[in-house]
């Protein structure tokens, strides 16, 4: 049978991802250029017995999806770069106390207000360090309408398994361009549910990490009490400032995403396996950068593309294999220098590290990389 | 024969962290025998707080316990009301939490009108930091951070509540104890946004600052200045000059409530 096939935008795409993720709450607040996954979500969330919210600031958002989220629901909020630095404590939040979420940035200009209908890639470190105190982040990269759905669908998968907020950036044009979409049937896609625990509600503890690094979250409403707090805290859920309690947890908290690279990782390469020079490009840039690798190439320049589509945890294994077998690594994005600290930090100056970069609000061309590529040989 | 509260608190979590004199410990065992009142079954009761020390009572009670960040209760609560409506929803904290950084989440939270009762512990101070002046603190007054007298202008809680559109206010104090389980189980039984505004008392960081000499004094305090509504009704303005109205302040039973609206919207957009 065919499949149903739609011409979507990035935005609604995400939408539609998350309702077939199995999404039941959505707490937002309205922000250019995200506004879309909430518009859809408004229509679709309660056709299927699911909660929309729009809440009176972007803080608020973020709480209520947490709250949402501990009762059981698969909560999901999106917003833009000024929206997540409104968010970022709440987002650490969900970090300690282990509440599965799932965080759309579309991203814009910036810093501040910036160009708010403009794109940008410039939120990229602000996903990983974008809250205080030590924290492990997932961070997924999508380059188009069609990746959007699906990865928006294992942003959730990746959010119930490892119990913790996923953020997923894409920035302004993915968000608003309108491609072709394929559904996926359901079952197509894996769709993967929160862990119940196995052991009675006496015997309940929210962080007994004993069977597992990522213990089982009970629902707000069953059969469970429990206590959840912000503070650091023992397996029991309740505050702590035991040393060797508060040091165990906050490693466990990092180490069940750092030990667990294979499994969130996700990458693609085209034309690397003799590529003297590796375009390291993400989101929208991408797709410039597999048109000037192809440009390129005629050329006859070894150019080839790695592009990530987990952001975080980092690529490290991978670009530090690219580092010794290129002449040059360019990493491209819509900033000035981001995600190339990381690049540069892990080829350890096995191969000459570059940055092409661009704040203007126009997307990075493909000629520009082809530019940069040839000044670098 | 003496209340059984041990069924309702948390095996080894006390002693609480309130010091000698606080008001707190006096609204959490209203708390108690309200819920024990509506017969709340705790497996079904969320409990939700921000931070400072009133926004710790949820960890000493047997429920669904949330402890959040500063501020944010009734954002979370919303969440968590919004997702499961059937479960009763209790927000506790203090003055500074629920209207200062809060404020924004207090008043959205009323104009919905969702199901919910935020048990809110006046003592005119954020206690936990060490004594500052919270929106609460009376003008002239002296704090950590109001050396030479508090200049700031007050929040009248209940007033906000009201004109936020909460649809159940009522005010009581801590030297009231009997009143605020009384208004506490109003609050649980009514269909909307209940506030119950406890005036309460802050021996360490407050009462010692401004000339009180001893817990007592400022029992003495609220006693003084609490007036329940049916007497200030025969008061005259003069007589009426520094004291404040304790009892149900406002009640509406006719706006909506906000889960019930959204279950309508759940209705028409399945077409039904």
Same mark, same amino acid.
């Given at each position: 049978m065919a499949k149903k096939v739609a011409l979507l935008q990035g935005n609604e795409a995400c939408a539609l991802g998350a309702v077939y993720a199995g999404a039941k709450f959505f707490g937002g607040y309205p922000i250019t250029p995200s506004t879309e996954v909430a518009e859809v979500l408004s229509i679709e969330l309660p056709k299927v017995g699911g909660k929309f919210i729009q809440m009176e600031d972007e803080i608020a958002a973020m709480a209520s999806v947490i709250g949402a989220s501990l009762t059981g629901s698969k909560s999901i909020t999106a917003t833009s770069g000024p929206g997540v630095s409104l968010k970022q404590?709440?987002?650490?939040y969900a970090c300690i106390a282990e509440v599965p979420c799932v965080i759309i940035n579309v991203m814009r200009g910036g810093p501040s207000t910036g160009m708010p209908t403009? %794109?940008?890639?410039?939120?990229?470190?602000?996903?990983?360090?974008?809250? =205080?105190? /030590? =924290?492990?982040?997932?961070?997924?990269? %999508? /380059?188009?309408?069609?990746e959007i759905f699906t990865e928006t669908v294992r942003a959730f998968n990746l959010a119930e398994k490892y119990r913790m907020p996923v953020q997923v950036l894409f920035d302004e044009i993915v968000g608003h361009m309108r491609e072709r979409i394929e559904f996926p049937e359901p079952g197509e896609l894996e769709v993967i549910d929160?862990?119940?625990?196995?052991?009675? %509600?006496?015997?309940?503890?929210p962080y007994d990490s004993t069977k597992g690094q990522v213990p089982p979250l009970a629902d707000f409403g069953s059969e469970y009490k429990y206590h959840v707090t912000g503070l650091n805290k023992a397996d029991d859920g309740f505050p702590t400032t035991k040393a060797s309690l508060v040091d165990a947890e906050e490693r466990r908290q990092i180490d069940k995403v750092m030990d667990n690279i294979a499994d969130i990782e996700s990458n693609e390469?085209?034309?690397?396996?003799?590529?003297e020079i590796v375009i390291w490009a993400y989101g929208s840039t991408s797709r410039s950068a597999r048109y000037a690798v192809n440009e390129l190439r005629k050329e006859g320049i070894k150019a080839g593309l790695f592009r990530p589509i987990t952001l975080w945890p980092f690529p490290a294994k991978r670009t530090a294999e690219l580092a010794t077998q290129a002449k040059a690594i360019v990493v491209a994005e819509m900033n000035l220098g981001q995600m190339v600290l990381e690049v540069e930090r892990v080829a350890k100056g096995n191969c000459v590290v570059v940055h092409e970069g661009r704040v203007d609000g126009d997307p990075i061309n493909p000629g520009q990389i082809m530019d940069k590529v040839k000044e670098v040989l | 024969m003496a209340y059984d509260y041990e069924k309702s608190i948390r095996p080894g979590k006390l002693p609480h962290i309130w010091c000698p004199g606080c008001g707190h410990g006096i609204v959490m065992k209203g708390l108690i025998r309200a819920m024990d009142t509506c017969e709340l079954d705790r497996k079904n009761t969320a409990i939700v707080s921000g931070i400072g020390c009133a926004s710790r009572l949820p960890g000493y009670l047997d429920a669904c316990t949330l402890h959040t960040a500063h501020g944010r209760a009734a954002a979370f609560a919303t969440g968590v009301k919004m997702a499961k409506p059937e479960m009763n929803v209790i927000c506790c904290g203090g003055d500074g939490d629920g209207t200062a950084i809060g404020g924004n989440h207090f008043i959205h939270a009323c104009r919905r009108n969702i199901d919910m009762t935020y048990v809110l512990m006046n003592n005119y101070i954020y206690g936990m930091t060490g004594g500052q002046f919270s929106p609460c603190t009376p003008t002239g007054d002296l704090a950590s951070t109001t050396p030479y007298g508090n200049p700031d202008p007050i929040f009248d809680i209940s007033k906000l509540a009201i004109g936020a559109g909460a649809t159940f206010v009522a005010r009581t104090t801590a030297a009231h104890p009997r009143e605020i389980d009384k208004l506490i189980v109003k609050g649980i039984q009514h269909k909307g946004m209940a506030i119950i505004e406890v005036i309460d008392d802050c021996p360490t960081t407050y009462g010692r600052r401004n000339k009180f000499r001893s817990v007592i004094d400022m029992m003495k305090r609220l006693k003084t200045e609490a007036v329940p509504v049916k007497a200030a009704a025969k008061m005259t303005a003069e007589q009426l000059e520094g004291k404040f109205l304790t009892g149900v302040l406002f009640e509406d039973t006719e706006k909506p409530e906000y889960t019930a609206q959204y279950a309508e919207v759940i209705k028409k957009a399945q077409g039904a």
């Open positions: 404590e709440l987002i650490g403009g %794109p940008g890639q410039s939120d990229v470190m602000q996903a990983m360090w974008g809250t =205080h105190g /030590d =924290h492990a982040a997932i961070a997924l990269v %999508p /380059d188009s309408c069609q929160r862990e119940a625990p196995s052991v009675s %509600p006496a015997d309940y503890k390469e085209y034309m690397t396996e003799d590529a | -």
